[in-house]
């Protein structure tokens, strides 16, 4: 049995401090308190805890390209869609050995900024032919082992790709992501289902890459069959383009046929949802789904802001998630969601409501309970007694942190904070990073594994 002072612990409501935390040898959390038990001997942390983080939208291959799409020319657009384009030549190349090295990097980096649990939106399926590995998870498995490797919680997501575009075929740069059919996605859950069973801490949800990527009939006679009690995680309504080839071909926006022609409940987790209107925005919202949003990734790519008042106001949950890793920190993707709408609107309230008025707070009850969502976790606080004790601890040394009162630190952390004041990650009760310390050999083969892909 472990046990463990902490300076400060956070729940949805604001710190206990100091706190005490009993765990089962599991890392299952018996007991928290304010007070100690005097029968058990804690073990003393100086630092705040707060919830390990979700990152609720992941492709761990783009991290080998990160930085690599910023040479541009003034004589001509460079927009998403000329992204793409290198995105899929990198996708292309990718080779088992290579996507784990690269998965194991990032998912380290990932507890290092504090996150607890990746949902990885998975499509690159096949060998680089485009035919099906024998075992059809193959680089679903290696996610699963990059993950188990260094101890973050994973949520495997095989994603259903059958197409370029609204009415359009696929085109070879999309060879290695296809399911020609509801049936052939199915093999590859099943297979998917099979691949996590070498991780205790490996969940399965479903998805499908985005109304242009699958047929909409198909997308919807997929959902009546598929076990409802799995989150369900779609791209949409990104892009501009993407909306007006949706009005051509569906005569509807995505979000608008998807709110007409769904059951859309609180499963459903729509990552980008940039273009709303106000209509689709309240509806979503009315709707229980929720949104993932990717502040950092949107921002680089040039998608636009979301539609986060109108969203909020509605009752809107949403989560947060790193995407193509250009960014890898939670606090980080919250202040540019924060900032974009605080330039736009010329008001500072972006993170309130009638009952928190807290921004920092209000922040994370968001990115900790839908992201907890994302994952097929139901939570009612952020630590709970008989759940797995996961925590990103600050460090108490800090001087601007030591200083705090109970209502500033919360908000000091998310606006005023960097990964160097990190004391480390817990998960399942252990240390899986201290000091930003990521072992020596994850690092080495993730060097090789880029230098045999030749892309930087
Ligand atoms: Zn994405």
């Known amino acids: 049995m472990k046990a463990y002072r902490f300076k400060g612990l956070l729940q949805k409501d604001g710190w206990l401090m100091p706190a005490f935390v009993r765990l089962d040898e599991q890392g299952n959390i018996l007991e928290i308190s304010e007070k100690k038990n005097k029968s058990f001997t804690y073990s003393n942390v100086n630092g705040f805890a707060l919830p390990g983080m979700q990152n609720a939208h992941s492709h761990a291959f783009?991290?080998?390209?990160?930085?690599?799409?910023?040479?541009?020319?003034?004589?001509?657009?460079?927009?998403?869609?000329?992204?793409?384009?290198?995105?899929?030549?990198?996708?292309?190349?990718?080779?088992?050995?290579?996507?784990?090295?690269?998965?194991?990097?990032?998912?380290?980096?990932?507890?290092?900024?504090?996150?607890?649990?990746?949902?990885e939106f998975h499509y690159v399926h096949h060998q680089p032919s485009g035919t099906p590995y024998l075992n059809k998870a193959e680089l679903?498995?290696?996610?699963?082992?990059?993950?188990?490797?260094?101890?973050?919680?994973?949520?495997?997501?095989?994603?259903?790709?059958?197409?370029?575009?609204?009415?359009?075929?696929?085109?070879?740069?999309?060879?290695?992501?296809?399911?020609?059919?509801?049936?052939?996605?199915?093999?590859?859950?099943q297979s998917s289902k099979t691949a996590i069973e070498q991780y205790k801490s490996a969940k399965i949800a479903v998805g499908v890459h985005s109304l242009r990527a699958v047929e909409p009939v198909v997308v919807k006679e997929l959902i009546e069959q598929l076990d409802d009690s799995l989150p369900f995680h779609i791209h949409v309504s990104e892009q501009l383009k993407e909306v007006e080839a949706s009005l051509a071909y569906l005569g509807k926006r995505p979000v608008e046929w998807m709110l007409d022609n769904l059951d859309l409940n609180d499963h459903f987790h729509l990552v980008h949802a940039t273009h709303l209107t106000k209509s689709e925005a309240t509806r979503l919202a009315q709707s229980k789904a929720n949104v993932v949003l990717c502040p950092s990734t949107e921002g680089n790519l040039g998608d636009g802001l979301f539609s986060l008042k109108t969203f909020q106001k509605a009752g809107g949950n949403w989560s947060i998630g790193t995407d193509s890793h250009i960014g890898l920190n939670p606090f980080e993707e919250l202040r540019i969601l924060d900032y974009g709408q605080r330039l736009i609107s010329h008001q500072r309230n972006t993170f309130t409501?009638?009952?928190?008025?807290?921004?920092?707070?209000?922040?994370?009850?968001?990115?900790?309970?839908?992201?907890?969502?994302?994952?097929?976790?139901?939570?009612?606080?952020?630590?709970?007694?008989?759940?797995?004790?996961?925590?990103?601890?600050?460090?108490?040394?800090?001087?601007?942190?030591?200083?705090?009162?109970?209502?500033?630190?919360?908000?000091?952390?998310?606006?005023?904070?960097?990964?160097?004041?990190?004391?480390?990650?817990?998960?399942?009760?252990?240390?899986?990073?201290?000091?930003?310390?990521?072992?020596?050999?994850?690092?080495?083969?993730?060097?090789?594994?880029?230098?045999?892909?030749?892309?930087?």
Request: aromatic share 10%; charged share 20%.
């Open 62 to 119: 783009q991290y080998a390209m990160v930085g690599l799409t910023e040479q541009h020319d003034s004589k001509n657009n460079d927009d998403f869609w000329a992204w793409r384009k290198a995105m899929y030549q990198l996708a292309l190349s990718i080779e088992p050995d290579q996507m784990e090295a690269i998965a194991t990097m990032l998912y380290a980096e990932m507890l290092r900024h504090g996150y607890t649990e990746v949902a």
């Open 353 to 456: 409501s009638e009952t928190q008025g807290n921004s920092g707070l209000f922040a994370l009850n968001n990115l900790i309970f839908s992201g907890r969502k994302a994952m097929g976790v139901a939570t009612s606080d952020f630590f709970e007694k008989g759940n797995a004790f996961d925590a990103l601890v600050m460090d108490g040394k800090v001087p601007i942190l030591n200083v705090c009162t109970k209502e500033n630190l919360t908000s000091t952390i998310v606006y005023a904070s960097d990964v160097s004041m990190h004391l480390g990650t817990i998960v399942n009760g252990e240390w899986v990073i201290k000091k930003g310390q990521i072992n020596r050999s994850i690092k080495q083969n993730f060097i090789a594994a880029l230098k045999t892909l030749k892309n930087r």
């Open 140 to 189: 679903g498995e290696r996610l699963v082992a990059a993950a188990k490797k260094v101890g973050i919680k994973i949520t495997l997501i095989p994603i259903f790709y059958q197409k370029g575009g609204f009415g359009q075929k696929a085109n070879d740069g999309q060879r290695r992501f296809l399911s020609s059919n509801i049936k052939e996605y199915q093999q590859l859950l």
